[in-house]
């Protein structure tokens, strides 16, 4: 079973069953997983420019740190589903 990158409404994990890696829902995680990574890359930089800019405010630090954590779980979620299809016979 394939973890998605996205949860319920409530917050809980979804699951994919499917034999083909070309499916139409398989083909959408792959390129929700593909912007999430993109997205991270762009609060690092972000982050690290903030961070060397010694002017920089608390309200500037909290918002680029929210949006690290953000960016750093679903770069999380991605390992667990990847690492999950790993074949195991390896």
Do not use: H
Request: proline share 6%; net charge negative.
């Amino acid at each position: 079973m394939r973890l998605l990158p996205w949860t319920t409404p409530e917050g809980n994990p979804c699951y994919l069953s499917t034999d083909s890696d070309l499916s139409r829902l398989s083909l959408l995680a792959d390129d929700i997983e593909a912007a999430q990574l993109d997205s991270g890359q762009q609060v690092l930089k972000g982050a690290r420019a903030l961070l060397s800019d010694p002017s920089a405010g608390e309200r500037a630090v909290r918002f680029a740190l929210t949006r690290a954590t953000e960016s750093l779980a679903d770069v999380l979620r991605i390992a667990v589903s990847r690492g999950g299809r790993i074949p195991m016979d390896q």
